[in-house]
């Protein structure tokens, strides 16, 4: 734990900017971008109280998109120049949250908070301490990898064992973070919705 406090770390920050830069990203957008954005969530806003959510299509959509992500971080750890791409991943994923939550509630903050915290805060409670997870195993293996390269003796057996134990434990909070998805959000978010427009 000690010798991977540096990568704890790194995988934090680069979650943390990503963020950082997603709400930069939505605060600065030209009037033309956030008009036509307003427009696709005011339309949302209008018809998500009568939405019906084909259930097991979302289930789906979301374990699949969430398991490729974490199966994408996981084949990047397997290889000594995989680091940077697990780190621009992290970015990417953080740089998504943080456009969304901020341009949510870039022009009606009350509002805006609701439906984050009703559409997008839910599953993410489970799917970003995953992604986070993900992110710094499969640093650490793939340092691991290269302290491999450069000592023939240094062993790799155990660090391929519990890498793939822990990528199984992060493969089944993405799942459940689906679910809620797919369970919680869509009902979360019509109360929010049909609160708004009363």
Known sequence: MRESWPI???ALV?????????????????SSQAGQLSVVLDSFVNQAGSIMVDRPQV??????????????????GLTVIGMPAILALLFARGFSLGFTVSFLTRDKVGEGMVIALTSVVPQNILLIPAIYMAGVVALSFSW?????????????????????????????????????????????????VNLLIK
């Not at 680069?14 to 030209?30: R, V, Y």
């Not at 289930?59 to 990047?76: C, D, E, H, P, Q």
């Open 59 to 76: 289930v789906k959509s979301a374990i699949t998109n969430n398991l490729f992500f974490i199966g994408l971080v996981y084949f990047l």
């Open 8 to 10: 704890y770390l790194l």
């Open 14 to 30: 680069t979650l943390i900017a990503g963020i950082c830069f997603g709400s930069w990203g939505a605060h600065n957008l030209d």
């Open 144 to 192: 691991l990898l290269i302290r491999r390269f450069l000592n023939s003796r240094h062993p790799v057996l155990p660090g391929l064992i519990g890498y793939h134990v822990l990528i199984l434990v992060v493969c089944c909070i993405a799942a459940a973070a689906g679910l809620v998805e797919a369970f919680i959000t869509p009902d979360l978010t019509k109360a929010a």
